[in-house]
């Protein structure tokens, strides 16, 4: 008997003004090494669809290692800011994947990024089956930085859309 996959369908996602700005602050700081850090909001589920909203995220911390090609976060302090901020949401607010940059390149996944989104989804500590991914790329005056964000599921990363939105609520 075979079986069948249901096919990938992409979530709505929907990121804060405030989340992108706090990413792109972040990357200024630490260019032309890569810094990276926690991505937090909430899933929604609703019988048809499903919809993410990333409202805010956590740095680096400050005993993070950072370097042309990779970074070693401060977990401990990480840790310690995503309780804070789970208790001060009312539990509603949760870790949901990953951010980091790609100084002077693309915003694609590399092969590390692919083993990291899957040791994520694997992890059962961190709760997230289907762990975000965003990375930011390019950096310099004259682009910016360019987000893209990409979802672990069915054992790949794929690119999804992002929303902006102005507020934490995406009907408003």
Do not use: C
Not at 14 to 40: I, K, M, S, Y
Not at 86 to 95: C, I, L, M, P
Not at 113 to 133: E, Y
Request: net charge positive; charged share 30%.
């Amino acid at each position: 008997m075979r079986v069948l996959r249901r096919p990938f369908v992409a979530p709505r996602v929907w990121v804060t003004d405030d989340a992108l700005n706090q990413l792109a602050r972040e990357a200024d700081l630490h260019t032309p090494l890569e810094t990276g850090g926690l991505l937090l909001g909430y899933w929604s589920s609703h019988p048809r669809k499903d919809e993410v909203l990333i409202e805010s995220i956590i740095g680096p911390g400050p005993d993070a290692q950072h370097e042309r090609s990779r970074f070693k976060p401060d977990a401990s302090w990480q840790r310690q800011e995503l309780a804070d901020a789970d208790g001060a949401s009312g539990r509603v607010t949760t870790y949901l994947g990953d951010w980091h940059t790609h100084p002077g390149s693309v915003p694609a996944p590399s092969r590390r990024d692919r083993r990291t989104a899957r040791t994520i989804a694997r992890a059962h500590a961190a709760r997230v089956p289907r762990p975000l991914m965003l990375i930011l790329g390019g950096g310099d005056k004259a682009t910016g930085w360019i987000p893209r964000l990409h979802l672990w599921d069915r054992g790949r990363l794929h690119e999804v859309e992002m929303r902006r939105v102005r507020d934490r609520s995406p009907s408003g």
